[in-house]
T-cell receptor, first 114, second 110 residues
Framework: DGGITQSPKYLFRKEGQNVTLSCEQN?????MYWYRQDPGQGLRLIYYSQIVNDFQKGDIAEGYSVSREKKESFPLTVTSAQKNPTAFYLC?????????????FGEGSRLTVL | DAKTTQPTSMDCAEGRAANLPCNHS???????VYWYRQIHSQGPQYIIH???NNETNEMASLIITEDRKSSTLILPHATLRDTAVYYCIVRGLNFNKFYFGSGTKLNVKP
């Protein structure tokens, strides 16, 4: 079945460590996104990519990095520079072109910094 | 990009219609209104979207006012499984930006 796969589902990290969250899609979508969600809050955009080898910062990019070497993959690295990384991270994808494309989301990765 | 305003929470009796309002007074003429919902600790799920006309699908109906400054999502016969946070989103002029607010927590009660 087509969809978005995020891994790991749960991740624990010590302070000062970098961690990479995986996001893979088989929907043949050009655009991919990373969102962060804190308890009781909405989603905030971290990074997005409209095409392979290109990506743009969202509203809260500081302390995060991404790469887009393949169409299917958009990994997110949470670096030690991120001051408060404990959160729920959601990856999404969409088609590009036109105004009516919807977002498809993965099931999320919950990161806890110990 | 237009932002949206939604009530923090709403209650609905099971089997009754749930009407979720959204204000988007700064919406531009070519911006669509989208609705998503998120069940606890899962990824958001697309429900419906529209531009000017009312829309209906198997999940819900979307009513957009004539001036497009507000809209209402209608779940015609709410069930306990419809308990979730519902997000009203206006699709930004930057094609790839979806702005999610805090949404409305819908509690469907038996």
């Amino acid at each position: 079945d087509g969809g978005i796969t995020q891994s790991p589902k749960y991740l624990f990290r010590k302070e000062g460590q970098n961690v990479t969250l995986s996001c893979e899609q088989n929907l043949n979508h050009d655009a991919m996104y990373w969102y962060r969600q804190d308890p009781g809050q909405g989603l905030r955009l971290i990074y997005y990519s409209q095409i392979v080898n290109d990506f743009q910062k969202g509203d809260i990019a500081e302390g995060y990095s991404v790469s887009r070497e393949k169409k299917e993959s958009f990994p997110l690295t949470v670096t030690s520079a991120q001051k408060n990384p404990t959160a729920f991270y959601l990856c999404a994808s969409s088609i590009t072109g036109g105004l009516t494309g919807e977002l498809f989301f993965g099931e999320g990765s919950r990161l806890t910094v110990l | 990009d237009a932002k949206t305003t939604q009530p923090t929470s709403m209650d609905c009796a099971e089997g009754r219609a749930a009407n979720l309002p959204c204000n988007h007074s700064t919406i531009s003429g070519n911006e669509y209104v989208y609705w998503y919902r998120q069940i606890h600790s899962q990824g958001p799920q697309y429900i419906i979207h529209g531009l000017k006309n009312n829309e209906t699908n198997e999940m819900a109906s979307l009513i957009i006012t004539e001036d497009r400054k507000s809209s209402t999502l209608i779940l015609p016969h709410a069930t306990l499984r419809d308990t979730a946070v519902y997000y009203c989103i206006v699709r930004g002029l930057n094609f790839n930006k979806f702005y999610f607010g805090s949404g409305t927590k819908l509690n469907v009660k038996p």
